[in-house]
């Protein structure tokens, strides 16, 4: 019934304003109805609306029937129920969710197809927990190697990351489930994260880290968005005027309301007058101070009225879960727990296979399988993103099911040490002796000699190594990408004893090859692959499909390479400290409030200077000819792909890119074919390449397609800061066709 009252109220607002609504004008069908209760609200009632009321929710109005918002995190699953004044567990049982794969997993994927069944799990799911908005999708661009939510993450490319979370927020919407798309924005580093000023010119805002935004909020009606908690030329993102109000609002028409990143409010009229709907968690600003601030004629109670009206266009725009209808059954659902799967195994990335050491070969018939991150699960950890899952398939387990199938012994041996990062409370009594205590320190003698025998022993040796949600999570970046705890050390001596080797790597962002690639024959990216990820891998391991993920970012061939690095931009040596990144110090634990605020403002204050621009991940490389250690866009397959000679027009909207596909192996696979321009002719500054279409393919053994690609006129665009807009340089664009931003195997020209 809800839903027919919405589009009778969307049909009458469209005649009157003569065409389709927008997708955020959509919000705005209710107006008239929630005028109507605003003028009945009293002020407290209204003020209540603007800040928590527990730690997951922010307050309706009972005596009007307005229910209370309720939020979960995400990105990748929804996050068990905590205690309404903290995150620590309720110990629920019926909230074990789907543990999807991670954004760069997600990412791997490169297909938009998937993005939306992924949106629509997360918005299945936040239904049945009785949730109206998830906090995700998190789109902001990696622009560090080292950064701690690379794994959450989606790339380092606007045009992929823009695509996807585009497709994520329609899916999960198209639940009746908001999405609160974070972190807007420039959130490009967990060092210092609540403070540090992100200092960057328009052009480079605008083309690289507001894209993935501004298609999910104007494209696909995202209806809330979440402030990061970095600032942004000198203003927090929470109280930014250029962001909230001139962007979010004048350019892009957002009609729905935003909500601070937990402890990321700062000041009652900044706040109020640059953006900002709630204040998580808390009411010392956007609470009494409010009020005080009416009576005192600082602010007005209209101000106050458009806000609760952009919360109520959401709140009407979903329809709130009776408590006795949420959580009454298990959150994770199969058909969600399908689309992981689905995921996972589109996500994996084949960076090298010498002597096709893969798939599995049919003589095979003992695997060594050697390093803790064939066990580890990779669920939880990494601070809110993490996912109480109602199962997870490991590695090990993936391939011990996959294998008894033929027959295959399975030998396992943890090989290395895994670090814990940092402790949640006092160590334990009895050490693990599987626990290293620090991130860089050598082989274990005992487990590298216990699993050299293991591999001597076996016909195929695969070797997990990478990270863990202690090393790459949230609150903190890497100090490198090094392998850790002795895994250079491990694996050359493993094929020293047996060079028919494969790696997998899991981690959620890029680690030092260096030493490991010479003595990996094969090595695969098997990312925080969610609740199937063993399953998956297996499938890819052995050949029942063959690998299709491409990198969504950069593996420079070491961190110095990489553009923020190469100018001295990071790590920021001046920085002092802020609020997050002391939180953890013994001595400042122990200080109160105020002490802590002395000490912050006594220090540096934290900045990072973008002076890379538009250069980020490929763009540097690409421009600065540096050879990465695998590029981005790069993934292999089983088989061979024949790109056919393109033909490009161009119209005044768009230009098409056809050419034809062919799978010219003997299994089923899929290819991403990427498109890249070029503009040799050009007077404006560009990268030497940039992406601007993508799709994946699917074919048959042998079988040939016809594969289309767009590019948007609108795309093509610059922001020309002399006139402070979009423009389009005219000209000569190079169109550049093929599997990877480092193997264009087709090319063409159009003029536009
Ligand atoms: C965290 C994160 C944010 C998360 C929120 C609630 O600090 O930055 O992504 O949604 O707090 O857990």
Request: hydrophobic content about 40%.
């Amino acid at each position: 019934m809800k839903k027919v009252l919405l589009l009778i109220a969307s049909a009458a607002v469209m005649a009157a304003c003569g065409g389709p609504l927008s997708p955020q004008d959509k919000l705005t069908v209710n107006d008239k109805k929630i005028n109507e209760l605003i003028g009945q609200m009293t002020l407290e009632e209204k003020v209540n609306m603007l800040h928590s009321k527990t730690n997951m929710s922010s307050a309706g109005v009972e005596r009007l029937g307005i229910a209370d918002m309720n939020y979960a995190d995400g990105p990748f699953g929804i996050r068990e129920e905590g205690q309404p004044n903290g995150f620590m567990s309720a110990g629920w049982t019926l909230d074990s969710a789907t543990y999807f794969p991670t954004g760069s997993a997600l990412a791997a994927t490169w297909s938009e197809e998937l993005a939306y069944k992924y949106g629509t799990g997360m918005g299945k799911e936040a239904r049945l927990r009785g949730k109206d908005v998830i906090l995700g999708p998190a789109v902001n661009i990696q622009r560090l190697p080292v950064g701690g939510r690379t794994y959450e993450y989606l790339s380092e490319d606007p045009i992929l990351s823009a695509a996807l979370a585009l497709e994520y927020t329609k899916g999960c919407q198209d639940e009746g489930t908001a999405v609160c798309i974070k972190h807007f924005a420039v959130n490009n580093q967990e060092t210092n994260r609540g403070s540090v000023d992100a200092q960057l010119d328009e052009r480079t805002l605008r083309e690289i880290y507001l894209k993935p935004f501004e298609r999910a909020i104007v494209e696909g009606g995202a209806m809330s968005v979440m402030p990061a908690y970095n600032k942004v030329n000198g203003e927090y993102c929470s109280e930014n005027e250029h962001l909230l109000n001139e962007i979010l609002r004048g350019e892009w028409g957002f009609k729905g309301f935003t909500v601070s990143d937990w402890g990321g409010t700062h000041s009652t009229m900044g706040a109020m007058l640059h953006g900002l709907n709630v204040q998580m968690t808390g009411s010392n600003y956007l609470g009494q101070p409010v009020i005080d601030s009416i009576k005192a004629g600082k602010l007005t109670e209209e101000m106050v009225d458009e806000k609760v009206r952009q919360i109520l266009r959401v709140r009407y725009a979903i329809e709130a879960v009776p408590a006795d209808v949420a959580n009454q059954v298990m959150t994770s659902q199969p058909e969600c727990q399908d689309i992981a799967r689905q995921v996972a195994e589109k996500s994996i990335v084949l960076l090298k296979n010498e002597g096709k050491v893969l798939p599995i070969a049919k003589n095979v018939k003992s695997i060594a399988v050697i390093g803790q991150n064939a066990v580890l699960k990779t669920q939880s950890g990494g601070m809110g993103a993490g996912v109480k899952a109602l199962y997870e398939v490991t590695p090990l387990q993936g391939i011990e099911k996959r294998a008894a199938r033929e027959g295959i012994e399975v030998d396992y041996a943890p090989g290395y040490k895994n670090f814990p990062g940092r402790r949640w409370g006092p160590a334990p009594a009895q050490k693990d002796p599987l626990e290293a205590d620090a991130i860089d320190e050598p082989a274990d003698q005992f487990l590298m000699s216990e699993a050299v025998e293991a591999a001597a022993n076996a016909d195929l040796v695969i070797f997990f190594g990478g990270t863990n949600k202690n090393i790459e999570t949230e609150g903190s970046d890497r100090k490198d990408i090094k392998l850790p705890c002795g895994q250079e050390e491990l694996v050359q001596a493993l094929y020293q004893v047996n060079p028919n080797l494969v790696t997998v790597l899991i981690s959620g962002g890029p680690t030092d090859l260096q030493v490991l690639e010479p003595v990996s024959p094969a090595i695969v990216q098997g990312w925080w692959n969610g609740t199937e990820g063993g399953t998956a891998l297996a499938e890819v391991l052995f050949g029942d499909i063959a690998p299709s993920g491409k990198l969504p970012f950069t593996f420079p061939r070491k961190l110095e390479d990489s553009p923020a690095y190469a100018l001295g931009n990071f790590p920021d040596k001046n920085a002092g400290g802020d609020l997050f990144s002391l939180m953890y110090r013994p001595d400042v634990l122990k200080m109160s409030r105020e002490e802590r605020q002395k000490l912050i403002d006594s220090m540096p204050k934290p900045v990072s200077k973008y002076t890379e621009r538009f250069y980020v991940g490929y763009r540097w490389f690409d421009t600065k000819e540096i050879a990465p250690m695998y590029a981005f866009g790069h993934g292999l397959s089983y088989v061979d792909f024949a790109y056919g000679e393109p033909k490009a027009t161009a119209s005044k909207d768009a230009v098409k890119v056809t050419f034809t596909l062919k799978n010219e192996g003997a299994m089923a696979a899929d290819e991403v074919v990427q498109l890249y321009v070029s503009r040799p002719e050009a007077q404006v500054e560009w990268p030497a390449k940039e992406l601007k279409a993508f799709q994946r393919v699917s074919l048959g053994a042998g079988e040939t397609k016809t594969v289309t690609l767009t590019v948007p006129v609108k795309d093509l665009r610059y922001w020309n800061e002399s006139i402070n807009a979009w423009d389009l340089e005219h000209g000569k664009l190079q169109i550049l066709v093929g599997s990877a931003s480092d193997d264009i195997r087709v090319s063409t020209h159009v003029t536009i």
